[in-house]
């Protein structure tokens, strides 16, 4: 089965330790994505990798990193300069050709609480 | 700056047709999705329009004016299961912009 995973689905960590969050697929995708998701909120873009070994910041990357071995592997590391990062995470995926029909297929999520 | 506006929650009678509206200012525009995502699940893609006018599929429909900067997804023959949160998305340049998100809550 193709897809994306995401774990673990629920995180808590104490205020101050840097956490990451795993996100996997096996789409053969070359653009994944992560989402932030807070309550009532649409999806902020966080960081966006359009090639292995390489990503750009999205519109608020503050207080995150991420990295781009592996095609199938995108993790987002929450680091401790993250101010308020109690939120639901979502990993995404699509073929990345740009002007052209590109889906996006979601992780089923990782909600990360902050103690 | 991009900006996608949607209306927050709208209530509508199983059976019956809704329409969600979304309007939008972008840089740029490759085309635009609806997604449907029910509360604390992942998105789930419904439709996609780039060109000009009204795709179907089965009860679901949405419309596109690029023009105009506007889109509607269309629902009809409403169901419970379809309360949920309806997210319109536009694809530019290699990023998804998201608007807020529209309620939707279905009732009896």
């Known amino acids: 089965d193709g897809g994306i995973t995401q774990s673990p689905k629920y995180l808590f960590r104490k205020e101050g330790q840097n956490v990451t969050l795993s996100c996997e697929q096996n789409?053969?995708?070359?653009?994944m994505y992560w989402y932030r998701q807070d309550p009532g909120q649409g999806l902020r873009l966080i960081y966006y990798?359009?090639?292995?070994?390489?990503?750009q910041k999205g519109d608020i990357a503050e207080g995150y990193s991420v990295s781009r071995e592996k095609k199938e592997s995108f993790p987002l590391t929450v680091t401790s300069a993250q101010k308020n990062p109690t939120a639901f995470y979502l990993c995404?995926?699509?073929?990345?050709?740009?002007?052209?029909?590109?889906?996006?297929?979601f992780g089923p999520g990782t909600r990360l609480t902050v103690l | 700056g991009q900006n996608i506006d949607q209306p927050t929650e709208m209530t509508a009678t199983e059976g019956a047709i809704v329409q969600i509206n979304c309007t939008y200012q972008?840089?740029?525009?490759?085309?635009l999705f609806w997604y449907q995502q029910h509360a604390g699940e992942a998105p789930t893609f419904l439709s996609y329009?780039?060109?000009?006018g009204l795709e179907e599929k089965g009860r679901f429909s949405s419309f596109l004016s690029r023009s105009k900067g506007y889109s509607y997804l269309l629902l009809k023959e409403l169901q419970m299961k379809d309360s949920a949160s309806y997210l319109c998305?536009?694809?530019?340049?290699?990023?998804?912009?998201f608007g807020s998100g529209t309620k939707l809550n279905v009732k009896p």
């Open positions: 995404a995926s699509s073929t990345g050709t740009s002007g052209s029909y590109n889906e996006q297929f």
């Open positions: 789409l053969n995708h070359d653009a």
């Open positions: 990798s359009q090639i292995v070994n390489d990503f």
């Open positions: 972008t840089s740029g525009f490759n085309g």
């Open positions: 329009n780039v060109l000009d």
């Open positions: 998305a536009v694809y530019n340049f290699n990023k998804f912009y």
